[in-house]
């Protein structure tokens, strides 16, 4: 076990194996989002209070989804690379950011779309929209902390401490319209045995969720590639595969 | 037809929604795309820098 995770974690094992899986997770994560969006714009009825607006929900969950899983994801890392000192967790953490920056917008964003109709207002100060926007702020500022050192391993090192602090937001995002009294509604597909939607409302949803996570899984490998080649672009591996393609190319 | 594309009264709401997370998914793979092209670019020209270096070590150390 302990050596099959050295071999994974040693930056030109991890570099080849994520160019074999990266594109092998891409095209049946885009075959299966539009699958989903099919099931959820076309075959899910329209619900019987929300009418066609709830459609929202299709976009909206598996990118708040992603927003707090993909954050989860980047404190373990940063925890896992400040701890073990593994620069490749580090590499890992630093490349989900932006993807979950990208994904929190896209929720709150999403969510305000969703809130015009059904509340009557794009933004309420309500606990789970303002948690939310902390998150963003906390990607923002993770990211813009790595940008502000020339040193790579001073960034992993502070960065990686913020992501670790700021996993306190996480169980208050998911707790808050538990918590507080709030506008935002509380968990529809959790409780188990029992959701509260139907099996044609639910599947879209479920298989949307799921490729959304392909999707992210391959858009970190991607960057992960990146990031590895940037931190190890002096090391003899990388003249040596290079070097190879350059001459023979 | 007419009748997907009005959503019901929510077109606006509801085409926003799907479009911004398109272009999400969009953004995400060509930023990745990018980022992992110039990361290629930049190695290979340390790499390229290496192999000048090592090459006049040996031209040296052959005179």
Redesign the interface.
């Known amino acids: 076990m302990w050596t099959w995770f050295h071999k994974l974690a040693s930056p030109p094992h991890f570099y080849r194996l994520a160019g074999i899986f990266g594109p092998w997770l891409l095209w049946p994560s885009l075959i299966l989002l539009a699958i989903g969006m099919y099931g959820g714009l076309v075959l899910a009825p329209p619900d019987y209070q929300q009418g066609d607006g709830f459609r929202i929900m299709y976009v909206h969950v598996p990118s708040a989804y992603l927003s707090t899983t993909i954050y989860a994801l980047m404190a373990v890392a940063s925890a896992v690379g400040l701890i073990w000192r593994i620069k490749l967790a580090h590499a890992v953490a630093a490349s989900a950011a932006p993807i979950g920056a990208s994904f929190t917008a896209v929720a709150l964003v999403t969510g305000m779309l969703w809130g015009k109709p059904m509340w009557g207002t794009y933004w309420e100060w309500d606990p789970r929209l303002t948690s939310e926007l902390i998150l963003l702020f906390i990607y923002f500022g993770y990211m813009s902390l790595r940008a502000s050192f020339e040193d790579i391993s001073k960034a992993d090192r502070a960065s990686g401490l913020l992501a670790v602090i700021g996993v306190v937001n996480l169980p208050i995002i998911h707790y808050s319209v538990i918590w507080w009294s709030s506008l935002h509604q509380g968990p529809r597909i959790k409780k188990i045995g029992t959701p509260s939607i139907g099996d044609d409302m639910l599947w879209p949803l479920l298989l949307l969720i799921g490729a959304s996570t392909l999707f992210f899984g391959a858009m970190l490998l991607y960057r992960v590639r990146a990031e590895v080649l940037d931190r190890e672009h002096n090391s003899r591996w990388v003249h040596d595969m290079l070097g190879e393609t350059t001459e023979a190319g | 037809m007419a009748d ?1 594309i009005a ?4 077109a606006q ?2 085409w ?3 479009g ?2 398109f272009a ?2 969009i ?3 060509v ?3 990018r ?2 092209r ?3 670019e ?3 020209l ?3 820098r ?2 000048h270096r090592q090459a006049r070590k040996i031209r040296q150390d052959k005179t």
Do not use: D, E, P
């Not at chain 2, 959503?7 to 929510?10: A, L, R, T, V």
């Open positions: 997907f959503m019901g009264g929510y709401f509801v926003s929604a799907f911004l997370w999400c998914v953004f995400n793979i930023s990745a795309r980022k992992f110039v990361s290629l930049q190695a290979a340390a790499a390229a290496h192999r």
